[in-house]
């Protein structure tokens, strides 16, 4: 079945370091790909997504690139912020609309001044 | 901007008791899902929704889970009799496309 495998935090970086949380996944077609954050409390924002390969998914200073040939999406961002503290989940949709999210285990993000 | 709305933000319950977990989905949309995560794991997909019925259910979703869509604002979660198993936080979420949105949750504890 489809899968998404995330890289093993917490992970802590000082302010404006740069990040990069890894993302893989298995899967029988070509799927949707998404991150999520979760900040302390609360719950599930959408950070981006891309819905085929060579795509790139950008919001407030993150990118993902969707790379088939390696299947990743792995999240960056240049400079991290204090506030990105939080709980990151990469997941995949696959087919049509309608269709469930696989979620991997998240990674958490500690960021210090 | 339209947001997924989840009652109660927190739910104590007995075991064995029966709950309803209750959401308004954004109104346009066609598409529900709840999913659940159990204190420090991923996040699981318990079951989604369409045009009155359930399109896909998980494992998870046995005979104690039900869902329904009461009127036309509301899609509720009922866990006829709670184990403490099923403490954890529900999420519900909504779409009409692939994107899915995700109301807040529900922390539920069974005791």
């Known amino acids: 079945g489809n899968s998404v495998t995330q890289m093993e935090g917490p992970v802590t970086l000082s302010e404006e370091a740069f990040l990069t949380i890894n993302c893989t996944y298995t899967?029988?077609?070509?799927?949707?790909l998404f991150w999520y954050v979760q900040y302390p409390g609360e719950g599930l924002q959408l950070l981006l997504k891309?819905?085929?390969?060579?795509d790139k998914g950008s919001n407030k200073g993150f990118e993902a690139t969707y790379r088939k040939e390696t299947t990743s999406f792995h999240l960056e961002k240049g400079s991290v912020q204090v506030s990105d503290s939080a709980v990151y989940f990469c997941?995949?949709?696959?087919?049509?609309?309608?269709?469930?999210?696989?979620f991997g285990a998240g990674t958490i993000l500690r960021v210090k001044s | 901007e339209p947001e997924v709305t989840q009652t109660p933000s927190h739910q104590v319950t007995q075991m064995g008791q029966e709950v309803i977990l209750r959401c308004v989905p954004i109104?346009?949309?066609?598409?529900f899902y709840w999913y659940r995560q159990i204190l420090g794991q991923k996040v699981e997909f318990l079951v989604s929704?369409?045009?009155?019925?359930?399109?896909?259910k998980s494992e998870i979703f046995d005979d104690q889970f039900s869902v329904e869509r009461p009127d036309g604002s509301n899609f509720t979660l009922k866990i006829r009799s709670t184990k403490l198993e099923d403490s954890a936080m529900y999420f519900c979420?909504?779409?009409?496309?692939?994107?899915?949105?995700f109301g807040a949750g529900t922390r539920l504890s069974v005791l």
């Open positions: 891309a819905t085929k390969a060579d």
């Open positions: 997941a995949l949709s696959e087919g049509e609309y309608g269709n469930k999210l696989v």
């Open positions: 979420a909504s779409s009409t496309t692939t994107l899915q949105y």
């Open positions: 929704f369409y045009n009155n019925e359930i399109s896909e």
């Open positions: 109104s346009n949309h066609l598409y």
């Open positions: 899967a029988t077609g070509y799927p949707s």
